[in-house]
């Protein structure tokens, strides 16, 4: 049985016997983009499925086949290798945005385009003006580079609340522009962005891949469950009808405290739930995790990235590492991982000795 079909086997038991071995998974996105950027990648290790094989890992390459375009407004970009400016022109006003890289390597907003009511209002505007355009070019080469060593899912953009809290809004004061006269103009946005995400859903359903992932970072201290019924649940159901329907499984990816929104998720169809960790990273284990979503949905995690940090001693990365193994065992929809993604300071040697021990 070849990796891809293990993973795929995990998120529909029906397709084939599982194997009794529990998958182990990571997804190393961010440290290879980090390390390929600072050339600080390992030999061998120049692409993303060659790094997955040089640690001996199943092969983790999202495939994003789409691009954004605006009509009717001007959006500009400046970008230098530690800050992006956004800028929206957008009835007669200018919208900034600023992204800065973060202690994790990764791109981080510390500026927000909406900072009032008004604001917000434009950004019914933008999202009016935005476009998604079907972009596939690559995803022939990508998928040939994986081959059967893994599994390629294809990206779709973020649920529309989602996109407001991280795109919009930010995690301070704006999400209380989101409340009271706020509200109408977060249910124009949602609207407006679900309808054009479905219609892209569709066209991506077609193209080959194995799977769609919604790249959500869903975090429960921001999306209570009350928002989640009211803004996102409708599009998690017809995105993961329009998903079934083309015989892929949809994965939401989550970034923060998800038990709450576990069950919830699973309601609306969802197939999987990625970033599954206790505290502190997250609220809930995989066992935990599992009894909220119920039996319906595969869980990927439940080991954090925190332990692959210096200052937790190897004995307590070894008690997680048994841990995790030990609520996956016997359930055939897990797929032990690290919780969300391997950051880019992770020690590699950890990272073998986690698939040796889970081997």
Request: with cysteine.
């Amino acid at each position: 049985m070849s990796a891809r079909t293990r993973i795929l086997n995990r998120f529909d038991p029906s397709r084939g016997e599982n194997a009794a071995e529990t998958p182990l998974m990571f997804d190393l996105t961010l440290w290879h983009k980090w390390r390929a950027s600072r050339g600080a990648l390992p030999a061998g290790a120049t692409t993303l499925p060659d790094a997955h094989r040089l640690l001996g890992s199943t092969v983790w390459a999202p495939f994003k086949p789409w691009r954004v375009e605006y009509d009717g407004i001007r959006v500009t970009t400046t970008e230098t290798a530690d800050r992006r400016d956004i800028t929206y022109f957008v009835a007669g006003r200018e919208l900034h945005a600023v992204w800065t890289v973060g202690p994790d390597g990764d791109w981080w907003q510390t500026e927000y385009p909406v900072r009032t009511r008004e604001d917000l209002a434009l950004a019914v505007d933008i999202a009016a003006s935005r476009r998604y355009v079907l972009d596939p070019a690559g995803l022939d080469a990508h998928r040939a580079a994986v081959g059967e060593d893994g599994v390629v899912p294809l990206e779709l953009p973020m649920q529309p609340y989602s996109d407001i809290l991280h795109v919009f809004v930010g995690w301070g004061e704006g999400i209380l522009l989101m409340q009271g006269e706020g509200k109408p103009h977060v249910a124009a946005i949602v609207a407006e962005l679900e309808r054009k995400l479905l219609a892209l859903a569709a066209e991506v359903v077609a193209l080959p891949g194995d799977l769609l992932l919604a790249p959500d970072n869903l975090d429960g201290q921001y999306v209570s469950p009350r928002g989640f019924k009211e803004f996102m649940a409708g599009g998690y159901a017809a995105t993961a009808a329009t998903a079934r329907a083309a015989g892929k499984p949809l994965v939401v990816h989550v970034g923060g405290p998800a038990k709450r929104l576990a069950p919830l998720l699973c309601q609306s169809g969802v197939d999987g739930i990625e970033g599954i960790a206790g505290p502190p990273q997250s609220d809930a284990t995989l066992s935990e995790a599992r009894e909220a979503a119920g039996p319906d949905v595969t869980l990927w995690g439940g080991i954090s990235q925190d332990m692959l940090h210096p200052e937790h001693d190897d004995e307590a990365f070894e008690a997680a590492v048994r841990a995790a193994l030990a609520e996956a065992e016997g359930d055939n929809r897990m797929i032990l991982g690290v919780a969300d993604r391997v950051p880019p300071e992770a020690d590699l040697g950890r990272l073998r000795r986690l698939i040796e021990m889970v081997a």
